[in-house]
């Protein structure tokens, strides 16, 4: 069975502070993609970014970046210098066989930037 | 070029009754996926339509069935409702059946009472 798990359920940073949000994923299957989203108050999830098991390669996009570790079955998102903008609700996904079965979700982790 | 698009934004049922929700999916996306998002919970996979068929089905009891159109909107339908199934409900579409780009709508919130 697949399981995601995040394990910090809310997190509240002032701006400017650097925050990481953790993501421990679970799968039997050897090709499978992992995801985070984000999803503002508005309710609809906005897709940050897709990685395949394939590539551990970090990734960073502006003030986001990614950490891809298959040694502990760790997917981890950083928010440099959040910004109250980047008030969310977060979700760590993950999908087998290589993309085509469901998408499976963590619980999410709200995170509350204040000014 | 329409995002995908979910109707209504809002609903609110009786315990029994019966309920439909409805998607369109973003242009050029034939494949339409329904996920039940519970207060203060992540998303769970309903079910999946491509061709017309459903392909994928997640832990969830018959009552909800669903259907997709010729022209790849979906519905979803919901019977004998519970106060458990108050949730947003998500859908979400792709250009086959594969969760590597898939879109989400803004979902419809069902309140059961």
């Known amino acids: 069975a697949q399981k995601v798990t995040q394990a910090q359920t809310e997190i509240s940073v002032v701006e400017k502070e650097d925050v990481t949000l953790d993501c421990v994923y679970e799968?039997?299957?050897?090709?499978?993609?992992l995801f985070w989203y984000k999803q503002p108050p508005s309710g609809e999830l906005v897709f940050l970014i897709r990685?395949?098991?394939?590539?551990?390669q970090n990734e960073i996009s502006g003030r986001y970046s990614w950490n891809f570790q298959k040694s502990t079955s760790s997917f981890n998102f950083t928010i440099t210098a959040s910004q109250v903008v980047d008030s969310a609700v977060y979700f760590c996904?993950?999908?087998?066989?290589?993309?085509?079965?469901?998408?499976?979700f963590g619980k999410g982790m709200k995170l509350t930037v204040n000014p | 070029d329409a995002g995908v698009t979910q109707s209504p934004t809002h609903l609110i049922k009786t315990r029994g009754q019966q309920v439909t929700l409805r998607c369109s999916p973003k242009?050029?996306?034939?494949?339409v996926s329904w996920y039940q998002q519970a207060l203060g919970q992540g998303p769970q996979f309903i079910f999946q339509?491509?061709?017309?068929?459903?392909?994928q089905r997640g832990n969830f009891p018959d009552r909800f069935s669903g259907h997709q159109f010729p022209n790849y909107s979906s519905e979803l339908n919901v019977n004998a409702l519970l106060l458990g199934d108050s949730a947003l409900y998500l859908c979400?579409?792709?250009?086959?059946?594969?969760?590597?780009?898939?879109?989400f709508g803004p979902g419809t919130r069902l309140t059961v009472t």
């Open positions: 979400a579409s792709s250009f086959g059946p594969t969760t590597y780009e898939q879109y």
């Open positions: 799968t039997r299957d050897t090709t499978y993609y």
């Open positions: 990685r395949n098991s394939f590539d551990e």
């Open positions: 996904a993950l999908s087998g066989q290589g993309g085509s079965e469901k998408l499976v």
């Open positions: 242009s050029g996306h034939d494949t």
């Open positions: 339509y491509y061709e017309e068929e459903e392909r």
